[in-house]
């Protein structure tokens, strides 16, 4: 057994040195500079007036912001796929057990992370060390490059880009006054068309999901479908972006980062829990629009909602009794949509209706989503008190938090 440990922990230990050489071997060839550096260009060229190098310093700022985004998100999904958690639970050591079998035992599920994070590091270079400031971030949170960019625009004479990125910055900023002026204005000018005043930071989900819901309240049922079954695939895309992005480092925030002294495995839940809870947040960042005070109220199950009566009103009833069920995956003791449930079945019969379940890409969300929200709640009541764990049902989980 002893030369086992020794021998899957020399190979751990080849991986961990490998992943550290690979991340020095990528630096030559990240030449891209950072988004922070080029909004600071930005801002330097718009106070002297230099338009073409607002311009070009703004939008390789974006560019540059854009780009380490879908660098971390693909270097995440490509190493999650690579690498996944192999989990057993019916290899777990007992107490009965050596101790180098519960050696053992912790050194595969270490050497799975090792695995992991060696393919990120090789992934994602030097890169993955830059993160913008919080106030930085919140800048272009803000789309405040679009705001520069207009004005750059408008100066050079590129009246269709000053447009498009007025009315972006507009979208999130719907309270300034000062760019709704000068969309007016730039509505009375010659040769500036509908088109252009479209907004360059758009989630494909959300306006596939307005535009569906438009068609649904002007009665056209089959155009209603179509946008919001794209709303749906779309959704299920920037769910896995959102979630996959909040797996960066630790956020020490409300600590002082040289007092916190956290051992392995508290150190390991402490960032877990905050990706956990990053991730659940995904629901609401999913469903919030820049032009709204307060996120869309149940913006997923309404997809089903809207859906269910749209293909109702096409005489589909095999769609309207699936988007029926996975709506009540949410809501289960909803009568109005368990009175239209019944119906549908009615209407396409009952034997044929009963083969006919919730869509599984929803049921998987909708109980991913709260048995994470119940861990976290056991989390939390674990840190306040452990007589709490029985109100959110802690017992159902394998490890016992108290």
Not at 183 to 190: E, V
Not at 277 to 306: I, M, W
């Amino acid at each position: 057994m002893a030369a086992r440990v020794q021998k899957l922990l020399t190979a751990l230990l080849a991986v961990a040195v490998a992943a550290s050489r690979a991340q020095t071997e990528s630096e030559a060839g990240w030449d891209l500079s950072a988004p922070d550096l080029l909004f600071a260009d930005g801002t330097a060229a718009y106070a002297r007036g230099d338009w073409p190098g607002v311009v070009l310093s703004m939008e390789r700022a974006l560019r540059s912001r854009a780009a380490l985004r879908a660098l971390r998100l693909r270097c995440r999904t490509r190493c999650a796929a690579d690498f996944p958690w192999k989990l057993d639970p019916d290899s777990a050591p007992s107490l009965m057990q050596a101790s180098g079998a519960a050696a053992l035992h912790d050194l595969r599920f270490f050497g799975g992370l090792l695995h992991r994070a060696a393919c990120l590091r090789r992934c994602l270079g030097p890169p993955a060390a830059h993160s913008l400031s919080e106030e930085l971030e919140l800048e272009f949170h803000k789309r405040s490059p679009y705001n520069y960019l207009q004005v750059a625009y408008f100066k050079i004479n590129k009246l269709e880009k000053a447009v498009a990125a007025a009315h972006t910055f507009f979208v999130g900023n719907p309270e300034h006054m000062e760019m709704r002026q000068n969309l007016d204005y730039y509505q009375t000018m010659s040769g500036v068309k509908e088109a252009d005043f479209k907004d360059l930071e758009a989630k494909p989900h959300m306006d596939e999901f307005r535009l569906g819901v438009r068609l649904y309240s002007e009665e056209q049922p089959q155009e209603a479908v179509l946008h919001l079954e794209a709303a749906l695939q779309e959704y299920f895309v920037a769910d896995e972006e959102c979630r996959a992005l909040c797996e960066g480092p630790y956020d020490y925030d409300g600590y002082n980062y040289l007092e916190y002294n956290a051992d392995l495995f508290q150190a390991i839940t402490d960032h877990y829990i905050q990706v956990l809870g990053c991730k659940q947040n995904c629901v609401t960042e999913l469903a919030s629009h820049p032009s709204r005070e307060k996120p869309f109220e149940d913006f997923l199950p309404s997809h089903y909602n809207y859906l269910q009566f749209a293909y109702y009103n096409v005489g589909n009833y095999t769609q309207a009794i699936e988007c029926a069920k996975t709506y009540l995956l949410f809501f289960p003791n909803d009568e109005v949509m368990n009175q239209n449930l019944a119906y549908y079945t009615a209407m396409l019969g009952e034997e044929q209706a009963r083969s006919i379940g919730p869509r599984e890409q929803t049921y998987w969300r909708s109980e991913g989503g709260e048995k994470a929200g119940t861990l976290l709640h056991c989390w939390w009541d674990y840190t306040v008190d452990c007589s709490f764990k029985q109100q959110w049902g802690c017992q159902g989980f394998t490890v016992q938090l108290c």
